[in-house]
């Protein structure tokens, strides 16, 4: 019985991606990029440049306010994690080589999409009693209908996909059979680390983030670009199967599947989607509650961090089971990218599920402050004790499901916090500002935290 609702949820899935959020997400950014004049790839090095003065960058006079650089980890925190190795990779085997193409066309116009979603929460956002800032979709969904509905749904539906079921399963399945012990005991160890850092908020999420993500994107990268270099010669005839399979959906489980390209793009796109994070709106919670004071400056960070995170991390775990072969292999999809690397160093057994760990405890932790933050915008008071309560017996259950359907789980909840923030952007989209010269943009008369009453 549950194994029919889950391949009905997939079939579901399928459905809403390919036909609905596919033509979303490109309608969308092939808009705002026409709009900006493709500002993502015109003013690059502007962007980067924006990057590396950011960590010398003091704006605001909150001593409790987030840093710029620190929101910027933070927000990088949890869209660079375990899907960006495994589900990109598991893309590949479903849609084949080319599905990397619409990953890769789903970031650069999803940048934008990110970008807009951070500057309209900045440029909305209000100062609390604390003297701090907020903002978000919950903020500028109200402003952009004119009711309260459109913010209360996106606080519900953020909420359940800040509970980042997926992740949590992947790292209880891979330390429970490391360090050899039950899962029960890895899953619990888990929550109660998770639960000790969230108490720090957002600031000490963007610490540990400001730590943990160069180390293990260097480590990453560093390792990948070995193999490659060993496999040089097998590189051109790889991006040469990677632009053909675009075109006619390729899969390793299947062959060839279908008369068009629709799967590729429908798994590049929503997995694109979900490796950036694109159109979930946590980023905007996130930069909003920054000391910085200039909308355009503050959000031209996603644009690198989107870049970054797919052009780095997701094309390096994609090439990786391409020039290796696994790809085509029967090797569960959470192992290709271990067997990859294993093929050129030893102890990858040990290495991968410590390395998969690290990047999928810091998506956990910030989403779960994001969750938590949420959760007590709806209700101030009695809020987080039901957040802990839904987020304990979530993560708890689903670490004893399928990683197949948790990430179905994430994907459907994520598609209907895309519609949501695309129809809010859209309706604001004449406030988006790309000039990233603009001066300081003066935050909101001070509002009550409250969205539901």
Not at 31 to 50: D, E, G, H, T
Request: neutral net charge; aromatic residues 14%.
């Amino acid at each position: 019985m549950i194994r029919e609702a889950f391949h009905l949820l997939g079939q579901t899935e399928d459905f809403l991606w390919g036909y609905i959020g596919f033509p979303i997400v490109v309608l969308l950014g092939i808009y705002l990029s026409w709009k900006s004049r493709c500002v993502q790839l015109r003013r690059f090095p502007a962007i980067f440049r924006n990057f590396v003065s950011a960590f010398s960058r003091q704006e605001g006079d909150s001593p409790t306010a987030l840093h710029p650089i620190r929101a910027f980890f933070a927000s990088i925190g949890g869209s660079l994690g375990i899907g960006n190795v495994v589900c990109v990779a598991a893309a590949v085997k479903l849609g084949g080589p080319g599905t990397i193409v619409w990953i890769w066309m789903t970031a650069i116009i999803g940048a934008l999409i990110k970008y807009s979603e951070v500057y309209i929460g900045m440029s909305r956002r209000r100062v609390g009693p604390d003297g701090n800032s907020r903002g978000g979709p919950m903020y500028f969904l109200k402003d952009a209908f004119g009711v309260s509905w459109p913010a209360t749904l996106f606080c519900l539906l953020i909420c359940m996909y800040s509970v980042e079921i997926y992740q949590f399963g992947v790292v209880a399945s891979v330390t429970s059979q490391a360090m050899g012990v039950s899962k029960w005991v890895s899953a619990s160890a888990l929550l109660l680390i998770i639960v000790l850092v969230e108490r720090g908020g957002f600031r000490r999420i963007g610490l540990i983030a400001s730590i943990l993500v160069p180390c293990v994107v260097a480590i990453y990268v560093a390792m990948g670009s070995y193999v490659l270099l060993a496999n040089l010669e097998r590189l051109p005839a790889v991006f040469m199967d990677i632009i053909h399979s675009a075109f006619t959906a390729r899969a390793a489980e299947g062959g060839f599947v279908g008369s068009t390209c629709l799967l590729a793009m429908s798994h590049g796109v929503r997995r694109g989607c979900y490796s950036s994070d694109i159109g979930v709106g946590y980023a905007s919670i996130i930069h909003s509650a920054s000391s910085a004071t200039t909308p355009a400056k503050q959000a031209s960070l996603l644009i690198f961090e989107v870049f970054m995170d797919t052009f780095f991390v997701c094309t390096m775990s994609v090439l990786l089971v391409l020039v290796t072969g696994t790809w085509t292999e029967d090797i569960d999809s959470l192992l290709l990218v271990q067997a990859s690397l294993g093929k050129y160093f030893p102890h990858m057994d040990i290495f991968m599920p410590f390395f998969l760990s690290l990047l999928g405890y810091s998506v956990i932790i910030t989403y779960f402050s994001t969750g938590m933050y949420t959760m007590r915008y709806l209700f101030p008071g009695w809020g987080p004790r039901l957040y802990y309560v839904y987020a304990v017996a979530a993560f708890l259950t689903f670490s004893f499901v399928e990683n197949g359907q948790a990430i179905s789980i994430m994907s459907f909840v994520g598609f209907f916090l895309l519609v949501l923030n695309a129809a809010g952007i859209w309706k604001l989209r004449h406030t988006v500002s790309f000039d990233m010269a603009q001066e300081d943009h003066p935050m909101s008369a001070a509002a009550p935290e409250i969205a539901a009453s």
